[in-house]
């Protein structure tokens, strides 16, 4: 390079950051206003397609209702403060993983009301500062493993109405201050039963209006902070055991207009806040199987409940006398056997060697070893008979053998 290419490059380069410096200020159509913080910039309603060239200093940026389809990759370098990006309302169909790399100070994101369709992984990833991210009424149909990743302030997430499927395990991660989740008016079947431990704090759920069949057991458990549960409008039907259990600050779960008929015993456990249990608009089976339901909602009056049995019968007004049949005490099965319900009748689910409607006769009253000896098999307890080298669990001739112990008639011809 000789001197004069040097001379025209210098001045090259600072006529670029010139251009820069003019570029940076505030755009015509736009109101700016600077203060300590730096610069507020309102650039709302103003037809722009892109996000126009704006001082370093931006803290506060205001792009709603515009025709923007697309936020530049790192568009954080050229603003290394912003703390607040208002973009809603725009024609964003997809945020590129690498668009808020560099966005260190950024602590809002409004991104509502676009046309985003997925979200890929590491695209909302490593903002230490991000509090509360805003993606309500947009495309999204897929949310892929490893999207909310590092956002260890991130408090407030936004997802409602989109068209999300299922919410796959990793998700989160390192998201451990989410407070409030709001999932609602979405189409999701499935939530990954590790989903909420990656979440620890949540204080709010909404996955009500969605297409919910089935919650596995222990999905929500132990979020201690969880204080409203919202899963009304799905289509569940059946409550299993340990589905709602160990939510100390539980206060309002809604499961109104699903499709529940049968809330299986233990379903609901150690929900000492518990004030509100919204369950109208399920046609609850109140024959046996509500019994657990019923006597969980008669020792905890403090819980208020509209939950119906299908024929319209409040559970809570379900008088005891009916339901004493249900009562497993009411059973009087012998022999350590249990009682169950089997529909609207009680029977004895007997144990080890005992049969009969209440357990009393052993097995080898009724199992026919012709000349063998019967005894209860230890291991799955079925009634096997002991007879000798040639037939194996009936003896159609009498066991020749005198010295055998186990011989049916053995004890009688040792006394004779
Ligand atoms: C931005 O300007 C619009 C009018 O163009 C106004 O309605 C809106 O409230 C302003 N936003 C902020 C955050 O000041
Ligand atoms: C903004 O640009 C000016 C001049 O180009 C520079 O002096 C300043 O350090 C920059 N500020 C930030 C926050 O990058
Ligand atoms: C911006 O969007 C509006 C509404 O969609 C449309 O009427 C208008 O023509 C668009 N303007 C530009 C410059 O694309
Ligand atoms: C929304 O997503 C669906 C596919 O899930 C697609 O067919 C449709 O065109 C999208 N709509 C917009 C406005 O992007
Ligand atoms: C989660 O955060 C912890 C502590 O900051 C870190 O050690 C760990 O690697 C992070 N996990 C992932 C998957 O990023
Ligand atoms: C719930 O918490 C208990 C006690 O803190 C712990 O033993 C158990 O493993 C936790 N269960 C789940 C599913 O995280
Ligand atoms: C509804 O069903 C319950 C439980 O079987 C029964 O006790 C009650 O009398 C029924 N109520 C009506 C109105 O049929
Ligand atoms: C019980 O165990 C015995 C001996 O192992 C076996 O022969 C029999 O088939 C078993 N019965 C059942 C019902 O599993």
Redesign the pocket.
Known sequence: MDIMSIDIFVLFFFAVVSIGVVKGTCPSTCSCVDDSSGSKINCSSKYLERIPPLTNNTYFLELGFNNITEIDIQFCKEMPQLHTIYINNNLITKVPVNTFVDCEQLYRIHLHHNEISVIEPFTFMDLPNLYALDLHYNNISTIKAFSF??L?RLAYLNLFNNKIRSIVSYTF??TTNLGLLHLAHNHIKDIAVQICKAVPLLEGLDLSVNLIEYIQPTTFKNLTSLQVLHLYDNELSTIEPFTFINLPSLRDLHLTRNNIRHIREQAFGYLPSLSQLVLAGNPLNCDCSIFPLWSWLIERSSIATNAKCSNGTLITSLQSPALDICNPDNCHCFNGGKCVANGNELACDCIGQWTGEFCQESQCISHDCGFGNCYIEPVNGTAQCLCDDIYVNFCPVPIKDARTKTDKFGWLRNIL
């Open positions: 990743m590092d260890p991660i390192n």
